[in-house]
């Protein structure tokens, strides 16, 4: 079964410092891995995924992230945090088998201080 | 192109009651999957469609169901509402590419 560890539940940093969520992933297949935010009273917007290409991946709004596979990791990093960074961010996973279904972390929620 | 769309926005009900929730996919989209977000959890799947047809199911008890129209928009149906299941209802609609999910704003359900 996959599931997804997301580590700390509350970061807080300050405006212009590098932004570090950590994600570390369960798949008995090679797995699809995705990163999405989600702002207050809205749904989720994918920032980018991982699909067995290249390892660093690129996303919108500055975000990039890297599958290490020997650490079983998708960690998402900004070199410098801006106050409209402030969201929850959650990791998903998925096996990319027939139900497509996604398996997410409990999320982390991103703090920006001015 | 008209993203994912869902609808009420939110709604309130009563312990016991009945609800349908709606989801309209993406223009092309032939696949909707739905997902049941508690507050301060990360979504949970419930179900997906494929062409009309159940395509898996996540660890929900049958009072939750869901039909797929010919249009590929899609309901979500809830008997006999528990206060726990108040959340925000997400639905998801892609082209049979697990890459490529593309999520609706959600609807907040609250059960009194």
């Known amino acids: 079964a996959q599931s997804v560890t997301q580590l700390g539940s509350h970061v807080s940093v300050s405006e212009g410092a590098l932004v570090l969520l950590r994600c570390n992933y369960s798949?008995?297949?090679?797995?699809?891995l995705f990163w999405y935010v989600q702002y207050p009273n809205q749904g989720l917007q994918l920032l980018l995924k991982?699909?067995?290409?290249?390892?660093l991946v690129k996303g919108i709004n500055g975000f990039e992230a890297e599958f290490k596979k020997s650490e079983t990791s998708f960690h998402l990093t900004k070199p410098s945090a801006h106050m409209s960074d402030a969201a929850e961010y959650f990791c998903a996973v998925s096996d990319g088998r027939a139900d497509q279904k996604l398996v997410f972390g409990q999320g982390t929620r991103l703090t920006i201080n001015p | 192109e008209t993203g994912v769309t869902q609808s009420p926005t939110h709604l309130i009900k009563t312990r016991g009651q009945q609800v349908t929730l709606r989801c309209s996919s993406q223009?092309?989209?032939?696949?909707v999957s739905w997902y049941q977000q508690a507050l301060g959890q990360g979504p949970q799947f419930i179900f997906q469609?494929?062409?009309?047809?159940?395509?898996g199911r996540g660890n929900f008890p049958p009072r939750f169901s869901g039909l797929q129209f010919p249009n590929y928009s899609s309901e979500l149906n809830v008997n006999a509402l528990e206060l726990d299941d108040s959340a925000l209802y997400l639905c998801?609609?892609?082209?049979?590419?697990?890459?490529?999910?593309?999520f609706g704003p959600g609807t907040r359900l609250t059960v009194t």
């Open positions: 469609y494929y062409r009309e047809e159940e395509n």
């Open positions: 223009s092309g989209h032939n696949t």
């Open positions: 798949s008995s297949v090679p797995p699809y």
């Open positions: 998801a609609s892609s082209f049979g590419d697990p890459r490529e999910q593309y």
């Open positions: 991982y699909t067995s290409a290249a390892t």
